[in-house]
């Protein structure tokens, strides 16, 4: 039988180790992880192996040859220039004559190989993949089959809200030849992408076969380290090389093991190394081949690849360390360090926890390393957050980690962009934003430094200067001792979750774009940046229909930046202003809860005794506020988003308008009497945003109090909330608090439930289970619908716990219906 091994890739998530070697020939229990496949293969019958190549394609070559010395025929096809998945195998077609298996070669499984071809010629499949359950699916593309096994979609790297199943593709397939007609020559194609999506739609049999045994994808440092545990424990069914000489210990031929060197199982030690006496090898230690592990040396879970010198009294624990490397005496080496090939640590240094040190590079004798060498980059396991990257101003994010993350966001773009900066009034935002620009300006990216300024002016610049992101950092809200940092593309939209994982891999393998002297970006001060905002927010309303009305309004500025822009827009409005807080201040601009609940009280104690139209109180951001009514009272999240969506349908009858779908039903209904259409979103503000940026959406928001005007700015603003709500307000000469009193009183419930991640697939799956006689919306999480209510069950992207709302025509009811569905979801955490 016929099989395709994939070994293009360039292994860029496990360098420093796969710097000068390709991926495939990373070795796995002192041997190269493609070996392992190539005599699975061979096990199951698959005689005949084409080898697609391309990274290093010479170190693959020279070692497999012709593939006789493993019991078969292989040949290689070379890929000039990335072809993708698809592509790749397009290249080989002239020797894919008949039914052939797809594996890929830097994955590590002892699946039956040959029943995936009989369960694919038994179902009389034009496409068959091999499936497999897994704890945390989001970095697998997810396969959904229904009961016969047919294929009914395919879901990408998803989200925790698009998680509706557990089983995901481990890039096994059985093909027909005949899929080469879905696979053009010579472009970019990948097979669960672009191929299996247009042969689902072409009708043709697509079949997914849930595999038994053990699959892993050795995609990152992580999964090596476990790659070698699972083979020591057992789990992973696969012949050590070596002699049993006790129970987990294998010894390799010519190895030299003192009867005084103390040795815990289970423990792998290669062909011709040398442990010596007093030498401590503790369990999960895989010695290579020709290592020498010297006196009084202890290991302890740890990786050493081939001839590698551990000198006396070094200590290494958790780590992996690259062949021909040298450790000298007294040297400690932490957890997660990774040394690439031929390196030299010097005698009594200390390589702190998570530090990389790429290949060929010397740590002086008793040097502290706390940062890697050659690119120094280092980050958390979660970098993004809702709102961007979040920490202790420097504490977790330092001037240091602020250049990395700068250099990472300013290598995804292109060398000779512009970025806009900008922070606000606190001192830890003023330093770190000097970070920021210097990291930039590094990387080769030019600078649009707004200074101080709200999140909105600043995506407002990005869209209108063209640039090519924007980054503003701030204070959290309500945490004076943290950091935000907002990342924004080209629309002056946050980033999506595409972009993010895109600066997550940058800054994770440590590979920055470092700009020649001569190409080092510039920073510039934008002159008129508010004239231009004010301008344009003015045309996106009607001035005149605002300056008849004369509107008296009562605004606290919380000390933000929202005081230096205000003026400019309030001058075009004839509105008469009480303002509180009005200028831009460290001190009290980052209150507590409580804090802010006092302000909203004193301002709608203003309103009523100054007989004002309406109050207003800034988030320091720019972004949100609090709106308060003519009474004086102040307007919880979900009765401001009705009543501006009853003002919004009421003035465009036929409008769009973008909402989360875990908004009430009632939004929905406001809109339907006025002939409006609402498009459902995922939760995140960067998908709204995304949404309300498509030119197709009059109004969005979401129930945080986050409101967005498209035809001004596709994002967060609450200026222009304010001056919208004045010109609808205006426009139906109406007073705020009628327009709240016809808004329908609202039942919506939530709860948490605590969700290990290594469960949130099942759960989902649990759910769609369970769910399959109901209709539903899949935007985002689950949701349920119900006649006279709905409930939406969503895992937490950053969290160990699962969301439920649920919506009722009475709070009891819908407090059941989120008590419902957190048992279901307790229940299969189990």
Not at 357 to 364: A, G, L, R
Not at 379 to 400: C, H, K, P
Not at 504 to 512: A, V
Not at 610 to 629: Q, R
Request: net charge negative; charged share 25%; with cysteine.
């Amino acid at each position: 039988m016929k099989a395709v091994i994939l070994a293009g890739g360039e292994g860029t998530r496990l360098r420093p180790l796969t710097s000068n070697q390709p991926k495939p020939m990373m070795p796995i229990a002192n041997a190269p992880m493609m070996e392992h496949i190539v005599r699975l293969l061979a096990k199951h019958g698959f005689d005949d192996i084409v080898v697609t190549v391309a990274f290093l394609a010479n170190h693959i070559r020279n070692y497999f040859g012709d593939g006789s010395e493993f019991g078969v025929r292989m040949q290689y096809a070379t890929e000039e220039s990335p072809l993708g998945t698809a592509g790749s195998v397009r290249n080989a077609m002239d020797a894919l004559d008949e039914t052939f298996l797809v594996v890929a070669g830097d994955a590590l499984t002892d699946v039956d190989l040959g029943s995936v071809m009989k369960a694919h010629r038994a179902a009389d499949a034009f496409a068959s993949i091999a499936l497999k359950r897994v704890e945390n699916p989001v970095e697998f593309g997810i396969v959904i089959t229904r009961e016969d096994g047919s294929i009914e979609r395919f879901l990408e790297k998803p989200t925790w809200g698009e998680v509706f199943s557990d089983t995901i593709n481990t890039n096994i397939y059985v093909l027909e030849p005949e899929i080469f007609d879905y696979i053009p020559e010579g472009e970019v194609v990948d097979f669960s992408s672009d191929v299996f999506p247009a042969v689902l739609e072409n009708g043709k049999k697509m079949f997914g076969h849930v595999i038994d045994g053990y699959w892993e994808d050795v995609g990152t440092l992580e999964a090596y380290r476990r790659a070698h545990e699972d083979i020591l424990d057992g789990r992973m069914q696969l012949e050590l090389p070596g002699f049993e000489v006790r129970e987990g210990v294998w010894l390799g031929e010519g190895a030299d093991l003192s009867p005084d060197a103390e040795v815990y199982g289970p423990v792998l030690i290669g062909d011709n190394s040398r442990v010596e006496a007093g030498a401590v090898l503790r369990p999960y230690t895989v010695l290579g081949t020709d290592v020498v592990v010297k006196a009084d040396a202890e290991l302890e879970r740890c990786v050493i690849h081939d001839h590698v010198y551990i000198g006396p009294s070094a200590r290494l624990r958790g780590a992996v360390v690259g062949r021909a490397s040298d450790i000298r005496d007294g040297a400690r080496v932490e957890e997660n360090v990774v040394i690439g090939d031929e390196c030299f640590i010097g005698a009594h240094a200390i390589i702190n926890p998570s530090v990389k040190v790429y290949p060929f590079k010397m740590v002086e004798a008793g040097a502290l390393v706390t940062s890697s060498i050659v690119w120094e980059s280092k980050g958390a396991r979660t970098l993004f957050g809702r709102r961007g990257v979040r920490g202790l101003a420097n504490v977790d994010i330092t001037s240091e980690v602020a250049v990395r993350l700068a250099m990472a966001y300013g290598t995804a773009l292109k060398k000779g962009s512009v970025v806009c900066t900008s922070r606000d009034t606190s001192r830890s935002a003023r330093a770190l934003k000097r970070a920021l620009i210097a990291g930039l300006n590094l990387s080769g990216v030019h600078v649009m430094d707004l200074e101080l300024s709200t999140v909105p002016l600043t995506r407002f610049q990005v869209r209108t200067q063209q640039a090519q992101g924007g980054i503003s950092v701030r204070l959290a809200s309500g945490d004076a001792d943290s950091v935000e940092i907002r990342f924004m593309d080209e629309y002056g939209a946050d980033i999506d979750e595409g972009a993010q994982r895109k600066i997550e891999r940058l800054l994770y393998r440590e590979d920055f774009r470092r700009a020649f002297a001569g190409d080092i970006g510039d920073i510039v001060f934008p002159p008129r940046a508010i004239e231009f905002y004010t301008a344009a927010l003015e045309a996106s309303v009607q001035p005149q229909r605002l300056r008849r009305r004369s509107f008296k309004v009562v605004l606290d500025y919380s000390y933000g930046a929202t005081s230096i822009l205000m003026p400019n827009v309030l001058a075009k409005l004839g509105a008469s202003v009480l303002a509180v807080n009005p200028f831009a201040a460290t001190s009290g601009a980052m209150g507590t809860s409580d804090d802010h609940e006092t302000r909203v009280k004193a301002i709608g104690d203003l309103v009523r005794t100054s007989g004002s139209d309406l109050g207003y109180v800034f988030d320091p951001d720019g972004e949100t506020a609090t709106i308060i009514d003519d009474q004086g009272v102040p307007l919880s999240a979900e009765h401001a988003l009705l009543a501006l969506v009853k003002l919004v349908c009421e003035e465009r009858p036929g409008a769009r308008l973008a909402l989360p779908v875990s908004v009430s039903r009632e939004a929905e209904r406001l809109g339907l009497q006025n002939g409006s259409e609402i498009v459902w979103t995922k939760l995140s503000a960067s998908h709204l945003m995304e949404v309300a940026g498509s030119g197709e959406v009059d109004f969005a928001a979401s129930q945080e109090g986050g409101f967005i005007w498209p035809t001004f700015l596709p994002a967060y603003d609450a200026v222009a909330t304010l001056v919208h709500l004045l010109d609808l307000l205006a426009s139906s000469g109406r007073a705020l608090s009628s327009v709240v009193a016809e808004v329908p009183d609202t039942y919506v419930a939530h709860d948490v439930v605590p969700t290990p991640w290594e469960r949130k697939g099942t759960v989902m799956r649990g759910v769609m289970e369970r769910a399959k006689d109901f209709p539903t919306v899949l935007v985002d999480g689950v949701k349920i619908v119900y006649p006279d209510g709905w409930a939406l069950v969503l895992p937490d992207p950053e969290l160990a716990i699962t969301h439920i709302w649920a919506e009722g025509p009475s709070d009891v009811e819908a407090r059941r219906l989120v008590a419902i569905y957190a048992g279901q979801v307790a229940e299969l955490t189990r």
